[in-house]
């Protein structure tokens, strides 16, 4: 855990179909995604916010690898 940050699993579905996990910041707003593609398997990243912590990215990647 990074303190400010928590993580947040979510499904999509409708224009794209698959799972999400979310990095959020205090009052859930997004600041990047790992989103796992459910036809492809391909994951892609999406950072929606600068300047994001080297070790909040890390803690989602790795955390993506495991629960996605």
Same mark, same amino acid.
């Given at each position: 855990?990074? &303190? @400010?940050?928590? %993580?947040? #699993?979510?499904?999509?579905? $409708? !224009?794209? &179909? @698959?799972?999400? %996990?979310? #990095?959020?910041?205090?009052? $859930? !707003? ?39």
């Amino acid at each position: 855990m990074i &303190d @400010g940050y928590s %993580l947040v #699993l979510a499904s999509s579905v $409708g !224009v794209r &179909d @698959g799972m999400a %996990l979310e #990095l959020t910041r205090a009052g $859930g !707003v997004i600041i990047a995604e790992v989103y796992e593609d459910d036809s492809t398997r391909a994951r892609t990243v999406t950072v929606f916010e600068p300047d994001v912590p080297v070790e909040a990215m890390e803690w989602l990647l790795s955390s993506a690898r495991e629960m996605l």
